[in-house]
T-cell receptor, first 117, second 111 residues
């Protein structure tokens, strides 16, 4: 069964450093998402991406964050200058359809655990 | 802003007992999805409800979407230890591709 993959599984970085989290969505999916989950808390929406541009973003997704689909398979989340409070699990997800279309089943990747020291 | 709340936050049950989690949104949702997250795992899609008042069943799980499309429930009959995990509801507002996850209900099942 096709699945979303993410690399790395764990990332430790120093405050102020840039990190890039990578995701390979399911191949025929058109909508891509990034979420974060601080330990023990709920899943928080960061951004959705469709047709090579951001579709929606949350208040969390400020200028420190950016997303890119550099080629036909990868979908990346960049945090420019990490802060201690960026420490969380970051999940990538993809869906076949999105927007106002009804079938928006999202398939989540296994996540990248980011620790900012 | 948009909020999706779930109650209870935690539920401890004896194996064989029933379990229900409730999801309430501050605004109307175009659809609602339920996800299960095992400890240390990622959210896994369970089901999507679209129509007002819709009820769907998956074996021991029954999902319901409220008439006003602002609330939903998940009921598990005769829980098993394999049901352990956190159950999240999630939904987008109409015309937005932005998902709001509920706060989650953590279920623990004692054998």
């Amino acid at each position: 069964e096709p699945e979303v993959t993410q690399t790395p599984s764990h990332q430790v970085t120093q405050m102020g450093q840039e990190v890039i989290l990578r995701c390979v969505p399911i191949s025929n999916h058109l909508y891509f998402y990034w979420y974060r989950q601080i330990l023990g808390q709920k899943v928080e929406f960061l951004v959705s991406f469709y047709n090579n541009e951001i579709s929606e973003k949350s208040e969390i997704f400020d200028d420190q964050f950016s997303v890119e689909r550099p080629d036909g398979s990868n979908f990346t989340l960049k945090i420019r200058s990490t802060k201690l409070e960026d420490s969380a699990m970051y999940f990538c997800a993809s869906s076949e359809m999105g927007g106002t279309l009804l079938s928006q089943t999202q398939y989540f990747g296994p996540g990248t655990r980011l620790l900012v020291l | 802003g948009q909020q999706v709340m779930q109650i209870p936050q935690y539920q401890h049950v004896q194996e064989g007992e029933d379990f229900t989690t409730y999801c309430n949104s501050s605004t109307t949702l175009s659809n609602i999805q339920w996800y299960k997250q095992r400890p240390g795992g990622h959210p896994v899609f369970l089901i999507q409800l679209v129509k007002s008042g819709e009820v769907k069943k998956q074996k021991r799980l029954t999902f319901q979407f409220g008439e006003a499309k602002k609330n939903s429930s998940l009921h598990i009959t005769a829980t098993q230890t394999t049901d352990v995990g956190t159950y999240f509801c999630a939904g987008p507002k109409y015309n937005f591709n932005k998902f709001y996850f509920g706060s989650g209900t953590k279920l623990n099942v004692k054998p």
